[in-house]
């Protein structure tokens, strides 16, 4: 089983719309949870961290579940800006290094 | 208050050509970390170095890669006789000397090898 994993998508959803993805992880003794947004050709920009109690930072909303080790982003209200790869994020064993899932690619529409 | 920067954005080599890539930590960063994203890939953590310390090197590739944080100067990661397969994007990330592991990465815009 891979460290971590996110569907690739790619999202598919017109303004104004709301959109959730998922990201599960494979080791339960992780504590430090991430979502980057990735533009094409671009770096990494971390985007929000995830807390347990879940976390809220205009409109988008992180939630951690730790029984099934999932963590979740949800984007209300869509953008066209909001067009981009979002990575997941979980600290390693080594606690300093993240593991990133391979991305799930949302295109927002007119 | 420049983040970290890295260069050059866009390298090319050719096959059996040698990389530099160099990464300047944040100012009062001393801890870089070196991931690399292949196409279609998730990143991949590579290296962690302090200034003149390898911590952990261990999602570097065992032959041809090194990496190297002097006390003066940037951090490089040094590709030998690269491959085709090395193509990919280079990102460094800094923290301070409590390394910032909770609370994420600040990357710089790497370096896009391409080998021909």
């Known amino acids: 089983r891979k460290e971590v994993e996110q569907d690739p998508g790619p999202f598919n959803v017109p303004e104004g719309a709301t959109v959730a993805f998922n990201c599960t992880y494979s080791?339960?003794?992780?504590?430090?949870f991430f979502w980057y947004r990735q533009d094409c050709r671009k770096e990494p920009k971390l985007l929000m961290s995830?807390?347990?109690s879940g976390n809220e930072d205009g409109r988008f909303t992180a939630q951690l579940n730790r029984a099934s080790q999932y963590i979740s982003l949800l984007i209300r209200d869509s953008k066209l800006s909001d067009s981009a790869t979002y990575l997941c994020?979980?600290?390693?064993?080594?606690?300093?290094?993240?593991?990133f899932g391979k991305g799930t690619s949302l295109l927002v529409t007119p | 208050n420049a983040g970290v920067m890295q260069n050059p954005r866009h390298l090319v080599r050719r096959r059996g050509q040698e990389a530099r890539l160099r990464c300047s930590p944040m100012?009062?960063?001393?801890?870089v970390y070196w991931y690399r994203q292949l196409p279609e890939e998730g990143l991949k953590f590579m290296v962690y170095?302090?200034?003149?310390?390898?911590?952990?090197e261990s999602g570097m590739p065992k032959e041809r890669f090194s990496a190297e944080f002097p006390k003066e100067g940037p951090s490089i990661l040094r590709i030998q006789q690269v491959v085709r397969g090395d193509s990919a994007a280079y990102f460094c990330?800094?923290?301070?000397?409590?390394?910032?592991?909770?609370?994420?990465?600040?990357f710089g815009s790497g370096t896009r090898l391409t080998v021909v």
């Open positions: 170095l302090q200034k003149e310390n390898i911590i952990d």
């Open positions: 995830v807390y347990s």
């Open positions: 990330a800094s923290s301070p000397p409590e390394p910032g592991i909770h609370y994420g990465y600040t």
């Open positions: 994020a979980v600290n390693s064993n080594s606690g300093y290094a993240l593991n």
């Open positions: 100012k009062g960063h001393s801890h």
């Open positions: 080791n339960s003794a992780s504590q430090s």
